[in-house]
């Protein structure tokens, strides 16, 4: 018994998941978008940003460690877990880096942080052996620290969420605009086609981190303003394939029957037309998410995308990229890698959709 699919989805998912590089970088996408959501539950510092800084121990290499004093919050506000996996614990406890520490019956003697690990200053803090609001603990720093002290493994973490969500944004953005306009121009063709087409390539025309930077210094510079400048100069590519697609597939029979039988042309569009012509479309989405990561990490080294003290691995460059001469060179090559493989991950699986979408050669 012949148990072959027959159907074009079916055959394009088999032929996906046998492309290995594509399968495998599908899901270190799907693994980027969880450590996206879930990065304050993942990182090491879950302050809102991971913007807990210690200026004492700045540029550590990584796998630093050093006893860190905590001290808690006498008058915290009240927190639920969604607004902690989502912005951060907002009532993390003080940290302050020290060298050695002694507790005598009810005082803590702690010596503060110093290179030399000499006494420079010490403190004698009176405790409570019961409920006591102060805790000494040796933390870990993983990636090391950047120039201001601040835990780098968590900023990339979170860094994630910028780099990730606008590529759904933007992109959501492009194919909504894009599918819209591309649909009109060519299925209705004539006057309408020619004025779209007149838009488009003036659109095209400008380059695309010139139109961005514009967009965003007009709305302001923000989290959100770079998510919409960038998805609002993506959508001309989507439009153009959506008009040709169109175009190519409004003489065939089932589009004439559909005319035939009183179909409006909304329905006809929407309906019949655009399941058809999702394979090309789907394809330049997944070259969109890369090329808006490129756009965002542009901007943000720039200076003109998301604002101190919002992680984003552009900034986190732009913050950095003199250290590379200074013998620190992975302050600024961590992110570079973080985002060389992101987008190189949307490729391949732009590559390895385009070939199993094309089931005509099989």
């Known amino acids: 018994m012949n148990t072959k699919p027959t159907s074009l989805s079916s055959i394009a998912f088999n032929k996906f998941i046998k492309n290995r590089i594509g399968l495998f970088s599908f899901w270190y996408i799907v693994f980027c978008g969880f450590v996206a959501v879930f990065a304050y539950l993942l990182a090491p510092d879950n302050s809102p940003n991971a913007n807990t800084m210690h200026l004492e121990i700045h540029t550590k290499k990584p796998f630093f460690k050093t006893n860190i004093l905590y001290k808690k919050k006498e008058n915290h506000s009240e927190q639920n877990m969604v607004d902690k996996v989502f912005f951060g614990n ?10 050695k520490y002694v507790i005598n019956k009810d005082t803590l003697i702690v010596d503060l942080y110093s290179e030399s690990n000499i006494i420079i200053n010490q403190k004698k803090i009176p405790i409570q052996q019961k409920n006591s609001i102060y805790k000494v603990k040796e933390k870990t720093f993983i990636l090391g620290t950047d120039k201001y002290g601040r835990d780098l ?31 009109i121009a060519g299925y209705f063709g004539g006057i309408a086609d020619k004025i779209i087409m007149w838009i488009i390539n003036v659109t095209w025309s400008i380059p695309t981190l010139l139109m961005v930077i514009a967009i965003t210094l007009a709305l302001g510079k923000g989290f959100w303003q770079v ?41 006809i569009i929407t309906k019949h037309i655009l399941p058809n012509i999702m394979g090309p479309v789907i394809v330049i989405s997944a070259a969109n998410f890369a090329a808006a990561i490129l756009i965002e990490s542009g901007l943000s080294f720039l200076g003109v995308g998301a604002q101190p003290p919002t992680p984003s691995w552009g900034a986190i460059i732009k913050d950095h990229y003199n250290y590379i001469i200074l013998g620190k060179a992975y302050l600024a090559v961590i992110p570079g890698l973080a985002i060389m493989s992101l987008v190189m991950a949307f490729m391949l699986v732009g590559n390895a959709l385009r070939d199993a979408l094309d089931v005509k050669n099989d």
């Not at 933007?170 to 894009?178: E, K, M, R, T």
């Not at 919409?228 to 003489?251: D, F, N, Y």
């Open 227 to 267: 998510f919409i400048a960038v998805g609002l100069t993506m959508w001309v590519e989507v439009a153009r394939v959506v008009r040709g697609q169109i175009m190519s597939v409004k003489q065939q029979q089932y589009v004439e029957a559909a005319n035939a039988l009183g179909y409006s042309n909304f329905r």
């Open 153 to 183: 493994l968590s900023r990339m973490l979170i860094g994630t969420r910028i780099s990730f969500f606008i590529g759904f944004i933007a992109v959501f953005i492009s194919l909504v605009i894009g599918v819209s306009i591309g649909s």
């Open 90 to 99: 907002k009532n993390t406890p003080t940290e302050t880096p020290i060298n």
